[in-house]
């Protein structure tokens, strides 16, 4: 039986079997999750080794277990190791959702689930691909898995466990899908990430709350602070004005921005989709190239004071926000970070104190388009969609590429299947079922060329 019968004979089961990884709220930022987190371990893990993976197992670290597994059919051919993550966002604003966040329900041919497309749809096109060739006896590289819980907060555990178990987890590439594609009609390769540097920070002012009236225009106000200290951080032109923030920024070349600029985009139907009247950015680029090639700053919340039913008149006294910064090549996540907490603390107006909590962070990278593997996705994704992919580079952070690549030496291939538009991390997340199965019949191919290509 050919893979695709194989596919097409079980499509329903594999189907419903993501569901069931779908319906375990794996949230691995709150820790009232804990439970379902190492529950949904234990279901990929069961499923791995149902598809035929031996030595699976729950590698515990001081945080969310990795699920490991391995199917090794001869030492001496390649092999490929295989990263995803089973943790998910938080699923709030639950109300926004149109149908329940963790009852997987198919609307128009897409799932709708938290996790649908980041990353538990994209992680188990691997796990359903590897049963493929399995049953179909096309394996032709060996395939070890290591599927993580802790992406959605950084990772914290993984570099230690990569750094412990580096014979363990040797493999001649890393193969994610964690990305996107253009359009189901245009697919691509992502070959550059954007690094992250993410802050808390906190402005407090007076010990306690106090009457607005009382001392209203006398002490400061600590949200009033926070906004005027977040508002200075860019100019006119959208140009971020923290001091040397831009000084290790990679210039593209004409070259390749021009090869940007060849990427299939229609402004109005973007701005159509978000519901927005128009896009906003660094001046002097695209759309493409700042959600790609530029670093940026964006405050992800932002709270104080009282925002309960009705009014307060309060004079808070403390103030927060959470602060991402994306990172291009050369820009240190550490080094920013450490730029950001100076600037932020100097610009404090008197009457209110500054503190800066880094969270979590991870380096940008880029990823070569002449590597064996690079050629074997992009002739697997020739294959399936019938036409050339278009290398890109991806606006999103995944820091694991950059600390794979300094504790593993490993390159990794970034062969994504979702679409821009699934809404991840966002009310009513979605994944196509177009997308799912194109995912699983492309993943044997890349196998299959990666081999002939290796030899």
């Known amino acids: 039986m050919s893979t695709n019968n194989y596919i097409e004979s079980n499509k329903d089961r594999f189907l419903s079997e993501l569901f069931d990884i779908l319906r375990i709220p794996s949230i691995s930022a709150d820790s009232a999750y804990a439970g379902d987190v190492r529950k949904c371990a234990e279901k990929v893990a069961e499923f791995m080794k149902a598809a035929g993976a031996d030595n699976v197992v729950l ?4 945080g969310n277990p990795i699920v490991y597994g391995e199917k090794i059919i001869d030492p001496s051919l390649p092999t490929v190791l295989v990263y995803g993550h089973y943790d998910v966002q938080p699923s709030v604003p639950n109300e926004l959702w149109n149908t329940p966040p963790f009852e997987p329900t198919i609307i128009d041919d897409k799932i709708y689930a938290r996790g649908a497309c980041d990353d538990k749809g994209q992680f188990f096109m691997h796990v359903k691909a590897f049963e493929t060739m399995m049953q179909t006896n096309t394996l032709l590289c060996n395939i070890k898995f290591m599927i993580e819980g802790e992406e959605e907060v950084g990772s914290n555990n993984l570099g230690t466990y990569c750094k412990s178990h580096k014979d363990k987890l040797k493999a ?10 253009i359009a189901n009609d245009c697919p691509s390769i992502d070959v550059g990430l954007r690094g992250l540097s993410y802050v808390e920070v906190e402005v407090t002012g007076p010990r306690i709350d106090l009457h607005s009236g009382v001392y209203g225009g006398a002490v400061a106000n600590p949200i009033n602070a926070l906004c005027t200290m977040i508002a200075s951080m860019h100019d006119e032109n959208r140009h971020i004005t923290i001091p040397e923030f831009y000084n290790d920024v990679a210039e593209v070349s004409a070259e390749d921005r021009a090869a940007l600029g060849r990427i299939p985009f229609d402004l109005e139907d973007y701005k159509k989709h978000l519901d927005i009247a128009d896009v906003q950015g660094e001046k002097g680029y695209t759309t493409i190239e700042r959600t790609g090639i530029r670093p940026t700053l964006d405050v992800n919340g932002i709270w ?6 009705g009014a307060k008149t309060v004079l808070p006294s403390k103030a ?4 991402s910064m994306r990172l291009v090549p050369n820009q240190s996540s550490e080094k920013i970070t450490e730029i950001f907490q100076k600037h ?10 500054v503190k800066v909590t880094p969270h979590h962070g991870g380096e940008p990278v880029l990823t070569p388009t002449t590597s064996i593997a690079y050629n074997a996705a992009a002739m697997a994704m020739k294959e399936t969609f019938g036409v050339d992919p278009i290398p890109t580079r991806g606006g999103g952070s995944i820091p694991i590429v950059a600390l794979f690549e ?4 490993t390159k990794t291939v970034l062969m994504g299947f979702g679409l821009d538009s699934d809404a991840i991390h966002s009310p009513n997340e979605h994944y196509g079922i ?3 199965f194109k995912g699983i019949e492309t993943i044997p191919q890349f196998f299959k060329y990666f081999a002939q290509l290796s030899q």
């Open 59 to 62: 590698e515990e670290t001081a």
């Open 172 to 181: 001649d590439v890393i193969l994610i899908s964690d990305t996107a594609i």
């Open 304 to 309: 104080g004071g009282y925002i309960g039913e």
């Open 320 to 323: 927060y926000a959470k602060i």
């Open 344 to 353: 932020f603390e100097s610009i404090a107006p008197a009457g209110v104190t």
């Open 406 to 409: 300094k504790e593993l030496e």
């Open 434 to 436: 177009f997308n799912y």
